[in-house]
């Protein structure tokens, strides 16, 4: 994520700027840009550059600094292209923004997805609009909550927005982020089912999981990996990964099992905590 300056030199809490009145608060986000964020990342671009990480993927969410595409898009105009977006489309949802428009707009900017669902809650949302700060775990009081994927958008919402990632040339990981008490159990159909397939790699090698197992040629749900991982004795883990490529898809790799097989799944992600940042650096192996 990008970060979030404080308001002023004299201030100590993060203060993120959703309005444009009173007008003070253009005067903050100027010093937050110019004296904050600009200069972190400068210097953090001359880091990258001097120890050959080639992509920054900055994740667009709530309570940051970067948090949609216009943001997203200046701090890559200033800093150049080794910054793009981490896209996870749930958080571009409860702003109110479209994810698809913004994988169109992003196009090659587009570093790296999460494939994470937010559930709408519209009566709630009436009255309270999506500006929500309750509880997360009060799932029915909330104007929107994440949910498993498929729970908050159907199928056919997921297959256009894998199909406009191909269009503008994405083609490495899809990161599936189902979360806590938001996740629902395991079912049998699956919002993905067509939009994405278990194939061949470029390379012509068949992609096989962290622990060297075969998924099917066809994976017919994405809860049905999860219960497939039960099954074999892989870890039992929320977090999923698959590749998007040409006529195939990567489906293997558990968070866990990453950074020990990073390389047989073509593409290696390391993560590092720098000034409560989590920067996530994608390096193509």
Same mark, same amino acid.
């Given at each position: 994520?990008?970060?979030?300056?404080?308001?002023?030199?004299?201030?100590?809490?993060?203060?993120?700027i959703?309005?444009?009145?009173?007008?003070?608060?253009?005067?903050?986000?100027?010093?937050?840009?110019?004296?904050?964020?600009?200069?972190?990342w400068?210097?953090?671009?001359?880091?990258?550059?001097?120890n050959?990480?080639?992509?920054?993927?900055?994740?667009?969410?709530?309570?940051?600094?970067?948090?949609n595409?216009?943001s997203?898009? $200046?701090? %890559?105009g200033?800093?150049?292209?080794?910054?793009? &977006? !981490? +896209?996870?489309?749930?958080h571009?949802?409860?702003?109110?923004?479209?994810?698809?428009?913004?994988?169109?707009?992003?196009?090659?900017?587009?570093?790296?997805?999460?494939?994470?669902d937010?559930?709408?809650?519209?009566?709630?949302?009436?009255?309270?609009?999506?500006?929500?700060?309750?509880?997360?775990?009060?799932v029915?009081?909330r104007?929107?909550?994440?949910?498993t994927?498929?729970?908050?958008?159907?199928?056919?919402?997921?297959?256009?927005?894998?199909?406009?990632?191909?269009?503008?040339?994405?083609?490495?990981?899809?990161?599936d982020?189902?979360?806590?008490?938001?996740?629902?159990?395991?079912?049998?159909?699956?919002?993905?089912?067509?939009?994405v397939?278990?194939g $061949?790699? %470029?390379?012509?090698?068949?992609?096989?999981?962290? &622990? !060297? +197992?075969?998924?099917?040629a066809?994976?017919?749900?994405?809860d049905?990996?999860?219960?497939?991982?039960?099954?074999?004795?892989?870890?039992?883990?929320?977090?999923?990964?698959w590749r998007?490529?040409?006529g195939?898809?990567?489906?293997?790799?558990?968070?866990?099992?990453?950074?020990?097989?990073?390389?047989?799944?073509?593409?290696?992600?390391?993560?590092?905590?720098?000034?409560?940042?989590a920067?996530s650096?994608?390096?193509?192996?």
């Amino acid at each position: 994520m990008s970060g979030l300056p404080a308001g002023g030199p004299d201030d100590k809490t993060p203060n993120w700027i959703v309005s444009s009145w009173p007008p003070e608060t253009q005067t903050i986000l100027e010093w937050q840009w110019t004296e904050k964020l600009l200069p972190y990342w400068r210097d953090l671009a001359r880091h990258c550059g001097e120890n050959g990480v080639e992509r920054l993927a900055v994740e667009l969410h709530g309570n940051q600094l970067v948090y949609n595409v216009p943001s997203l898009l $200046r701090l %890559r105009g200033e800093i150049g292209p080794l910054v793009g &977006a !981490n +896209l996870d489309p749930s958080h571009l949802m409860w702003m109110g923004a479209d994810p698809l428009a913004a994988v169109d707009a992003l196009g090659p900017a587009i570093h790296h997805v999460h494939a994470k669902d937010t559930f709408l809650n519209k009566p709630k949302q009436a009255t309270t609009s999506l500006l929500e700060n309750g509880p997360l775990a009060e799932v029915s009081a909330r104007s929107w909550s994440y949910i498993t994927l498929g729970y908050g958008h159907d199928e056919s919402w997921w297959r256009e927005f894998c199909y406009r990632l191909r269009m503008v040339g994405y083609d490495s990981w899809l990161f599936d982020r189902a979360r806590g008490c938001h996740a629902l159990p395991p079912r049998r159909c699956t919002p993905l089912c067509c939009a994405v397939e278990c194939g $061949r790699s %470029r390379r012509g090698e068949r992609l096989r999981s962290a &622990a !060297n +197992l075969n998924y099917p040629a066809c994976c017919r749900a994405i809860d049905g990996m999860h219960s497939c991982r039960q099954s074999t004795g892989l870890p039992n883990r929320n977090d999923r990964f698959w590749r998007i490529s040409e006529g195939a898809t990567l489906l293997a790799c558990p968070s866990s099992s990453i950074s020990r097989h990073g390389a047989n799944a073509g593409r290696l992600l390391v993560m590092r905590q720098t000034d409560h940042q989590a920067i996530s650096f994608l390096a193509c192996l």
